[in-house]
């Protein structure tokens, strides 16, 4: 039977109508899942080989990056909601230098470059609007740069001047932090942000700047009434770290000297945080200065009488004469003072005792003995342990004193003790490195794998869905076969299936009268043809 355009459809129509219900629906899930799969392995391989170029994007930085790769006509993918960019992986760097050369990603908020198309008649409002806009975005922006924080936003309250100071506000701030996941800010860094912002603005002190995270936390910005819980979070701090200095004195010096982990150090200090101030005053007698020296002289003269005398009225009056006092002639007086002021010497001595001086010291020390290894031809045989010597450990115990600073008037102890670490080592001491793991094989095979993946779920699917379900669709019983026979035929097809016919039997009829008439001859071109094959 001829294949015919114009009688196809009826030759399909015919075809679903000899199907079941349950071969029809199998049909459709089959081409529909066809479908489906190939559309989703198309898909992934064409966006398998794009990496991502940046993530978390501002909306204004996605649609210039896009803008800008559009331009240069490299391809590209929108993730994330359209804050995500991915290209091909060996444009990523390229790229990214072409874009941070024109300033992109610029990041949340405006930054200075508001001003650039600054326009005539603008106002004095306007520009300090904008720029304060555009410093809380350059500020947004410097603290996006640290590696725990994904995005910021800075508010920042500028009162207006006055002409009196005490009449002017403080300037504030007020900044909130989206950190990442799974990373957190320590002390420092908080107080880096806050010293950065306060550094920045004008008027604005660091206790005027508050943060808060994501969550609601508040970082800085607090007042706290009380210093005490501070200082004693600070002093066990100090004291931590002064503790890990000095182990790690030890351990290092240790090491060198006997090997890599063969000495455990573990060191406790007790610090003195009182804080004291000592003034003292001390005189010496056998010092003694003139401070001081005045001297004042007066010379007076006087040219008139002067009453003389002792003074009472025998002496005023002169026997024999009634009523005549005696007046004496003319005189000098003179006057001199001397003042000296001396000083005794005094000596005044101030002192401030330092805080976090060690007030006793102990050290634990355990190191590791050495091992003999099995001679050669013993096998089975475990490498034997042997202790150091005592002198060996008097003398790593004097090293560990000088590295510390032993002291034993303040009572410091120290601790060295010899403990095998391990029963039984290796024969092969070199440790192997490690292999890889599956994580890094997938990342550096991740094309090939994609591929692969991609043959194998084609040949299964074929194997075992599409093939079998083909079968089964296939499968017609005997009355469809003779029904689909009866299907309209030409005559020109009819003629030539019955002329095939009747030429099949007739040759049949010769091959059998032939093998009738010389059975032995027959018989022998058959045996000769079997020998041939």
């Not at 003072?337 to 005044?348: A, P, S």
């Not at 013993?378 to 115990?397: F, H």
């Not at 002291?407 to 403990?419: C, M, Q, S, T, Y």
Request: proline content about 4%.
């Amino acid at each position: 039977m001829a294949f015919s355009l114009s009688t196809l459809p009826q030759q399909l129509k015919m075809a679903l109508k000899g199907l079941t219900t349950g071969k029809l629906v199998a049909m459709a899930i089959l081409v529909g899942g066809t479908v489906a799969g190939l559309a989703f392995l198309l898909t992934w391989s064409e966006t398998g080989d794009l990496h991502p170029l940046y993530s978390n994007l501002a909306p204004e930085d996605a649609a210039e990056i896009v803008s800008q790769l559009k331009d240069k006509q490299i391809p590209y993918q929108l993730t994330m909601d359209g804050t995500g960019v991915r290209i091909p992986y060996e444009k990523i760097y390229e790229t990214r230098l072409e874009l941070a050369s024109q300033g992109l990603p610029r990041g949340n908020g405006i930054g200075f470059e508001v001003f650039d198309d600054t326009q005539l008649g603008m106002t004095e409002f306007v520009q300090n609007v904008n720029y304060q806009r555009a410093l809380q975005g350059e500020l947004s922006r410097t603290i996006n740069t640290l590696i725990e924080v994904e995005s910021s936003r800075v508010h920042i309250v500028m009162p207006a001047r006055s002409l009196f100071i005490e009449e002017e506000d403080p300037a504030t701030a007020s900044v909130i932090l989206k950190l990442r996941r799974g990373k957190y800010l320590s002390k420092e860094q908080v107080q880096g942000i806050v010293h950065l912002i306060s550094s920045s603005v004008s008027r604005l002190s660091p206790e005027d700047v508050t943060i808060i995270d994501n969550s609601g936390k508040m970082l800085a910005g607090f007042k706290e009434k009380s210093t005490v819980s501070q200082i004693t979070s600070n002093q066990l701090a100090f004291q931590e770290k002064k503790e890990r200095l000095l182990e790690n004195r030890v351990k290092t010096m240790l090491e060198s000297v006997l090997g890599q982990d063969k000495a455990i150090v573990r060191v406790s200090c007790l610090l003195n945080f009182t804080q004291q101030e000592k003034t003292e005053e001390l005189f010496l007698p056998d010092n003694s200065v003139v401070r001081s020296e005045q001297a004042s002289s007066s010379v007076s003269k006087d040219s008139t009488g002067t009453a003389a005398g002792v003074p009472g009225l025998q002496t005023n009056v002169v026997p024999g004469s009634v009523g005549t006092a005696a007046i004496g002639g003319a005189g000098n007086n003179q006057r001199q003072q001397f003042t000296k002021n001396y000083e005794v010497g005094k000596l005044t001595h101030r002192q401030i005792m330092p805080i976090g001086s060690i007030q006793r010291l102990s050290v634990a020390v355990v190191v590791d003995g050495t091992y003999q290894q099995p001679e050669e031809g013993a096998d089975g045989e475990q490498a034997q342990y042997v202790p150091r010597a005592v002198e060996e450990m008097v003398k790593l115990e004097n090293i560990v004193k000088s590295a510390v600073d032993y002291d034993a008037v303040r009572g410091d102890k120290i601790e060295v003790v010899n403990i095998p670490f391990e029963v039984e080592l290796a024969s092969d001491m070199t440790a192997a490195p490690e292999p890889p793991g599956w994580m890094e094989i997938i990342k550096t095979h991740q094309s090939l794998i994609k591929y692969t993946a991609t043959a194998i779920f084609f040949l299964l699917s074929f194997m075992m869905i599409i093939k079998p379900l083909t079968r089964w669709l296939t499968s017609t019983p005997i009355e469809e076969i003779q029904m689909l026979e009866q299907l309209p035929q030409t005559i020109k097809e009819l003629e030539r299936r019955y002329a095939a016919s009747d030429n099949d039997n007739s040759y049949t009829r010769q091959i059998e009268n032939a093998i009738n008439e010389n059975r032995s001859g027959s018989t022998q071109l058959m045996k000769a043809w079997l020998k041939e094959t």
